[in-house]
């Protein structure tokens, strides 16, 4: 079964903590959360701060997507807002093994990203590390952006590799994902489905969901 991870990049931003109860309430799987710097991405969302104020207002996982330059610099603050998975650009810095690292020496789960023009090889040194790659399927920065299907011959590759060498990294899927595109991505391989948009307009989001633990 894929799982489900609603983007609160696409909810109510005033009511934050009604909004992740109610995904959670509905069947999500985790919690994904988009954590922008205005300089790694030309958007600024949210830090460690408001993570720790959400963290009491649900039980499943929280997936934090770190578009930072340098992430390595904030790892224990994204640590101790209660993240569960940390996930590091590979573009955002040119010591992704300190930051991996220092993921798991803060005893949380580390994940790798790539953008869509990103080459597959720049990560692959790095899954054996990972327990998570997230592949970005637009450009990071925004929600409601279109699915780049170029892309999906990466999903089938970190499949292989996964199948090949018995890894257990788990296979994310970001941006322009909803009940289509996300099920070309789960049968490509993916493991888990981000979604920002077509969860949180869904008028049913019980319902979507349920429908995608179907791919
Ligand atoms: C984009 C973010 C995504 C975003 C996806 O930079 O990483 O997680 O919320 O939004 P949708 O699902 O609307 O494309
Ligand atoms: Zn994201």
């Not at 894929?2 to 999500?28: M, W």
């Not at 994940?111 to 990071?140: C, H, K, R, W, Y």
């Not at 941006?175 to 991505?185: I, L």
Request: glycine share 8%; proline share 7%.
């Amino acid at each position: 079964m894929v799982k489900v991870a609603p983007s609160i990049l696409s909810a109510d931003f005033a009511r934050l903590g009604d909004e992740v109860r109610k995904v959670e309430e509905a069947g999500a799987d985790w919690v994904h959360v988009d954590v922008m710097d205005g300089l790694f991405v030309p958007n600024i969302t949210i830090g460690p701060d408001v993570i720790k104020a959400l963290r009491p207002h649900a039980n499943i996982p929280f997936d934090v997507h770190l578009m930072i330059e340098r992430p390595e610099r904030y790892i224990d603050r994204f640590a101790d807002s209660g993240a569960d998975f940390i996930t590091v650009h590979v573009e955002s810095t040119h010591d992704i093994p300190r930051a991996l690292k220092e993921i798991r020496h803060q005893g949380k789960r580390p994940g790798i990203s790539l953008n869509p023009e990103t080459p597959f090889a720049m990560v692959e040194p790095f899954l054996p590390d990972v327990d998570l790659l997230l592949i970005m399927t637009v450009q990071p920065g925004f929600g409601g952006q279109s699915f780049k299907p170029e892309v999906l011959p990466k999903i089938v590759r970190a499949s292989d590799i996964r199948k090949e060498t018995g890894a257990r990294f788990e296979i994310e899927i970001d941006g322009g994902v909803n009940r289509d595109t996300g099920k070309k991505c789960a049968e490509a391989g993916a493991t888990v489905l981000a979604a920002g948009s077509a969860i949180f307009k869904a008028r049913d989001i019980r319902a979507e969901i349920a429908l995608w633990h179907g791919y």
